[in-house]
């Protein structure tokens, strides 16, 4: 039988012992680690079956020059960065890894919400370049979670993950998303919202979820934070513009968030200039002590990397044997 080609067309290099562990025996497993789709262009187009992060996309540009292709492959949740239905055109099924991350991505979500909340990161800034008193008065008024209402935009896997641990904490869950059948909020415990505004309205912390489409981009905006209460927090640990970040600021500056943490944004790195970044630098600026960035790490453990690797690659030998796939978005 001849040997087929697997391409992992971004974010790893040449270290592949997991996917090779896994592909050897029928396989060739190359390493791109392109920054660009036009990175890819010759190296690309032989290949049998393709693993894709989230560091470029693949476009018409790419689709079109695959002679061989199996199967696509993203290695993580969100498929925004593919070409999904152009791909089903060509007959190339193009799958995500759903479930690697799902721990750390909701502990990310609520660690960001607790240390929002709770005053950890503006105290630590503050004291740390010697402004204002050691008081905790520099930071009041902090209130009681409990029985404050943590909203959740969008209850899948994640979602779901994330609303149980704020439903631990004694908060009441509430959840937008109006793809989700009847009865997991019986199932969970938590309260259906059936209209995004009121959920706003409520949201003491809104906490993103959802995959990037066009439904979702830019579901929090300047509008709907408008709508949430004083001093309510926002946290983002989706896919970047489902929050249009540029809102943020003015927000912040205003009080009506009293603090936000965002781990994706639409580019990343961003650029310099982009007006949260901005304000997040300038120690004149509330969103210095208040806003938290982080550089789309949310899904990162050990573990988690090596499931993402590990599942992306049994996806793969899947397709290459001729096997039933698994979690196909087109």
């Known amino acids: 039988m001849p040997r087929f080609r697997v391409v992992v067309a971004d974010f790893l290099a040449d270290a592949l012992a997991p996917e090779r562990e896994?592909?050897?025996?029928?396989?060739?497993?190359?390493?791109?680690?392109?920054?660009?789709?036009?990175?890819?262009?010759?190296?690309?187009?032989?290949?049998?079956?393709?693993?894709?992060?989230?560091?470029?996309?693949?476009?018409?540009?790419?689709?079109?020059?695959?002679?061989?292709?199996?199967?696509?492959?993203?290695?993580?949740?969100?498929?925004?960065?593919?070409?999904?239905?152009?791909?089903?055109?060509k007959g190339i099924p193009v799958a995500n890894v759903p479930d690697y991350g799902t721990e750390e991505v909701a502990d990310?979500?609520?660690?960001?919400?607790l240390t929002l909340t709770r005053g950890i990161n503006f105290f630590n800034n503050r004291l740390q370049r010697k402004s204002g008193d050691w008081?905790?008065?520099?930071?009041?008024?902090?209130?009681?979670?409990?029985?404050?209402?943590?909203?959740?935009?969008?209850?899948?896997?994640?979602?779901?993950?994330?609303?149980?641990?704020?439903?631990?904490?004694?908060?009441?869950?509430a959840f937008y998303d109006p793809h989700k059948q009847d009865g997991y909020d019986k199932a969970n415990g938590i309260r259906r919202v059936e209209k995004l505004d009121d959920l706003f309205r409520q949201s003491f912390v809104l906490s993103v979820h959802c995959p990037l489409t066009e439904e979702t981009r830019h579901i929090v905006g300047a509008r709907g934070i408008g709508l949430m209460p004083d001093g309510s927090y926002l946290v983002n640990t989706a896919r970047g513009a489902t929050v249009d970040a540029t809102a943020i600021p003015a927000?912040?500056?205003?009080?009506?968030?009293?603090?936000a943490a965002i781990d994706v944004l639409p580019i990343e790195p961003p650029l310099a200039d982009h007006p949260l970044l901005v304000a997040w630098r300038d120690p004149a600026d509330p969103?210095?002590?208040?806003?938290?960035?982080?550089?789309?790490?949310?899904?990162?453990?050990?573990?988690?990397?090596?499931?993402?690797?590990?599942?992306?690659?049994?996806?793969?030998?899947?397709?290459?044997?001729?096997?039933?796939?698994?979690?196909?978005?087109?």
């Open 108 to 113: 990310s979500a609520i660690g960001m919400m």
């Open 287 to 330: 969103c210095y002590d208040r806003v938290i960035l982080n550089p789309h790490s949310a899904f990162y453990s050990e573990e988690g990397l090596l499931d993402m690797r590990v599942k992306g690659a049994q996806a793969c030998r899947r397709a290459l044997l001729g096997e039933p796939l698994r979690n196909i978005v087109n």
């Open 22 to 89: 896994l592909l050897g025996d029928i396989a060739d497993v190359v390493a791109l680690n392109a920054t660009s789709e036009a990175d890819m262009i010759g190296h690309i187009e032989t290949a049998d079956a393709v693993m894709l992060y989230h560091n470029i996309a693949i476009t018409k540009e790419t689709i079109t020059r695959l002679q061989n292709c199996k199967l696509i492959v993203r290695c993580g949740v969100g498929f925004d960065n593919v070409d999904h239905r152009l791909a089903r055109t």
């Open 135 to 173: 008081s905790y008065m520099q930071g009041t008024p902090l209130v009681r979670l409990r029985g404050r209402v943590f909203g959740v935009i969008g209850l899948g896997r994640i979602g779901t993950a994330a609303a149980l641990r704020a439903k631990a904490l004694g908060m009441d869950v």
């Open 251 to 259: 927000a912040i500056r205003s009080g009506k968030l009293q603090g």
